[in-house]
């Protein structure tokens, strides 16, 4: 059974730092593609950051390039988001993605961010 377990999410104030976390099993997690999306109150799910399978190549999302930065361990299944910096305008819930190819993709559940004062 496909899973995605993402966690770390909380209550932080601006400037402030957090990361999460995705737990991955049941899938051969060094075959995917992993990503970090997130989808703020009254707006669409947008692409965070994106590292392909074996870790060697990652993507941002403009809004938080130099801040954020995704990194995987595939010995352990997990990817991790560190969130540097922190926006009020990041206050959103964080989706984990595992992306094989355009027919096979995973979502986890989310973990809510909330940067706020």
């Known amino acids: 059974q496909v899973q995605l377990v993402e966690s770390g999410g909380g209550l932080v104030q601006p400037g402030g730092s957090l990361r999460l976390s995705c737990a991955a099993s049941g899938f051969t997690f060094s075959s995917y593609a992993m990503s970090w999306y997130r989808q703020a109150p009254g707006k669409e799910r947008e692409l965070v950051a994106a590292i392909t399978s074996a870790g060697g190549s990652t993507n941002y999302a403009d809004s938080v390039k130099g801040r954020f930065t995704i990194s995987r361990d595939n010995a352990k299944n997990m990817v991790y988001l560190q969130m540097n910096s922190l926006k009020p305008e990041d206050t959103a819930v964080y989706y984990c993605?595992?992306?094989?190819?355009?027919?096979?993709?995973?979502w986890g559940k989310g973990t809510l961010v909330t940067v706020s004062s």
């Open positions: 993605n595992a992306r094989r190819n355009r027919y096979i993709d995973y």
